[in-house]
Structure formats: C-alpha cells, structure tokens
C-alpha cells in the first residue's frame, strides 16, 4: 500500500520560513516523479513544484527563488523549503507521487510536474497559514 505522509505545516508570520515534509512508503522512491500541489479557500488546487527521479525540478512563478524541493532517497522524503512566506502562500499543501523515469521530463515538458494527471498517489494535506 502506498502512503505519503506530509508534516511540517503551521502558522507562521509573513517573511517566515516552513519546510515540509513528505515521508513515502509501499514506493521505489527512485522511479517516482513528487510533487507539492495546494489549494486555497475557494481555489481549485494548484502545482506548486515537483521533482523528477532525475533530479529534474519545476516551479510556478509565484514560488520561485523562494521555494525550493528536494528529496532525500535514504530516507523516502520530498521536501519543500518555503521561504519568504507571503499570506497568499496560506492552503493546504498536498504531497503526491506519479511513477516515472530518468529524462522523463525535457525542457519542453518539465512544467507537466505541476499537472495533477501525472500523479496516482496523494498525501492528506498539511495546512500552512501565513499572517499578515
């Protein structure tokens, strides 16, 4: 049975930092592309990053040079660094992970890591609430 389990959400002030965590199991982590996706009050659910088994990464405008993935294969762990929070960074963060390969993604495709039809598996959420 595959699990993805996130942790490391919270209430933090704007211009703070969170990082979550993802922990996944019943996987071969290194033939898996994650991804961090979130979804707002009222918002349809958003890709904000993933990483390929390559190492191949993605981001959305809004989050880049202030989020950063990165995984831990030892340890079956996707993290999302979240820096320079803003109060519209305020969801839930879901985990998820879709089966894939090395070079999978080209420079032409590598923003299909934000599509929720790449992925199978999905964690329950974590809330992050940025203040103002």
């Known amino acids: 049975e595959v699990q993805l389990v996130e942790s490391g959400g919270g209430l933090v002030q704007a211009g703070g930092s969170l990082r979550l965590s993802c922990v996944a199991s019943?996987?071969?982590?290194?033939?898996?592309?994650f991804g961090w996706f979130r979804q707002a009050p009222g918002k349809e659910r958003e890709g904000v990053s993933g990483i390929n088994c390559d190492g191949r990464t993605y981001y959305i405008d809004s989050v880049k040079g202030r989020f950063t993935i990165s995984s831990d294969i030892s340890k079956a762990t996707v993290y999302l660094q979240m820096d320079s929070l803003k109060p519209e960074d305020t969801a839930v963060y879901y985990c998820a992970a879709g089966p894939s390969g090395w070079y999978d993604y080209g420079d032409e495709d590598i923003t299909n890591l934000s599509s929720p039809d790449e992925y199978d598996y999905w964690g329950v959420g974590a809330q992050v609430t940025v203040s103002s």
């Open positions: 019943g996987v071969t982590f290194d033939d898996y592309a």
